[in-house]
């Protein structure tokens, strides 16, 4: 296991003190921590200012009750987060997530990590995370409705277009983003567009937002296999998930010319040898909202597509020159990426947060695999979100083309600065370390000037 720099190791002691059983934090900031070694020694002033035990700690955290009644009438209580855990580069901005497994340290981890994903944008936003263990699965329109505007009845106090601006995550889409708009709204009588990100196009939102993350990765991962003269063309790829990252990852990729034949949900996976049929997969999830495996059914029997549940195995048991982790933490285990190793893997470029476990991680990079971390691979979405901000402040609409454009930019410079930062402090080709000192080094020169705050 790489080692934290003695320097930094009672930082990380006293993390693990303060933060009792917040496992997915504590892996966060060990991860960036063991990064900051060869930063510390050139730059001492970031060790005697305490700013990165500052940084460790966020600015604010919010709990609060979340009531709402079902179709039933019945009451339900769910327990709504936001944790607001920098403010140097801008306002605070990350996601919202409804999903059961939401606690405050899956909220922290995500906050953590958010924050030097925003500052590898160039863009002047902060970094935050949110939401609640509420679950939309299995529940109706109306149900949703009032658990959102419940949810935004306690959120609206926190929140704004120069104070912190949150947009979705998993779980939470262009409808949740509109029931939470319209009761903000509501709630400061203001036509205040800035203050939510991801909304619909008629009400301050922008193109190429959706597909942003997934696009992004793509970007991301494209420019790491170009530094070998490789691309994705003519690839075999799998990406993990079905969602928003997922579908547009997916679509990225074939428009490269690279085929994806695997993709997953929560209950397995569906591998088509032909490529995937992406409309079939839109069409499934996005529209009718059903599940992955209705794809091997609806193509049939010698079509070359089959599923395979959870239980039965895993996706990254399919052999792919590159993988494309887009579902959500941890879901990517040593034990899968040796299995990834021997098949031939080239790159992983991480379209969820934090989806590759330390042991993955270690194992690509001691393979010599190219390995994309999250809160730069997937940056493509807080990008865009921030795009969408300029053009609400404007009030201006962009072209489809011109938002991708400007994506398309960002990210290859989110690449070359990780890429020119590893080279820098000694660990060349090594994106995390270049991901994480780049990010740290933008978010510290901002504190270091505000004095300690």
């Known amino acids: 296991m790489p080692q934290i720099d003695d320097k930094l190791a009672p930082i990380y002691e006293e993390v693990l003190r303060r933060n009792a059983g917040e496992a997915e934090f504590h892996q966060a900031v060990r991860e960036v921590l063991e990064s900051l070694g060869r930063v510390v020694a050139k730059r001492p002033e970031y060790l005697e200012s ?53 606690n405050v ?69 262009a409808r949740e983003i509109g029931y939470m708009f319209g009761q903000y709204k509501r709630l400061t009588n203001r036509y205040e567009a800035g203050v939510l990100t991801g909304k619909g196009l008629f009400y301050g939102g922008s193109l190429a937002r959706k597909e942003a993350t997934g696009y992004g990765n793509t970007y991301f991962t494209r420019a790491m296999l170009q530094t070998d003269g490789n691309d994705f063309d003519g690839k075999t790829v799998v990406v993990s998930g079905s969602g928003n990252v997922a579908i547009y990852t997916i ?34 999830k996005e529209v009718r909202r059903g599940r992955i495996s209705e794809y091997a059914r609806l193509k049939g029997e010698g079509s070359g597509a089959y599923y395979v549940k959870s239980a039965d195995g895993s996706i990254w048991d399919v052999p792919c020159q ?10 990517l285990t040593g034990k899968d990426a040796k299995t990834l190793i021997k098949n031939g893997v080239l790159a992983v470029g991480e379209g969820a947060n934090m989806p590759c476990t330390p042991e993955a991680i270690r194992a690509f990079q001691q393979a010599g695999v190219k390995f994309g971390p999250g809160k730069a691979a997937n940056a493509g979405g807080v990008a865009t979100s921030a795009l969408e901000m300029q053009q609400n402040a404007s009030r201006d609409r962009w072209t489809f083309e011109k938002t991708e454009t400007k994506l398309a930019d960002i990210m290859r410079d989110i690449h070359d600065s990780c890429y020119a930062t590893a080279e820098e402090y000694g660990a060349p080709g090594d994106y995390v370390a270049g991901a994480n000192i780049a990010g740290f080094i933008r978010v510290a020169e901002p504190m270091l000037a505000f004095g300690v705050i």
């Open 50 to 102: 305490s700013l990165i035990e500052r940084l460790c700690e966020p600015e604010r955290q919010i709990i609060f009750r979340v009531p709402w009644t079902d179709d039933q009438n019945k009451v339900h209580i769910n327990r709504g987060f936001r944790v607001q855990f920098s403010s140097a580069m801008g306002p605070y901005k990350g996601g919202l997530r409804f999903h059961p497994s939401v």
């Open 105 to 173: 340290g899956i909220i922290k981890f995500l906050g953590f990590e958010q924050t030097f994903k925003n500052a590898l944008t160039g863009l002047p936003i902060g970094g935050g995370k949110g939401g609640s263990d509420f679950d939309p699965k299995g529940r109706s329109e109306a149900e949703v409705m009032r658990f959102c505007q419940s949810f935004m009845s306690e959120l609206y106090r926190h929140i704004g277009e120069y104070t912190d601006v949150p947009a979705g995550d998993m779980g939470v889409g």
């Open 251 to 284: 679509e990225k990729v074939q428009e490269f010319g690279g085929k994806v034949i695997a993709c997953s949900d929560s209950s397995g996976y569906i591998v088509d040898e032909n490529g995937l049929d992406l409309e079939l997969v839109q069409q499934i």
């Open 322 to 331: 590159v993988a494309m982790p887009s579902a959500t933490q941890n879901e």
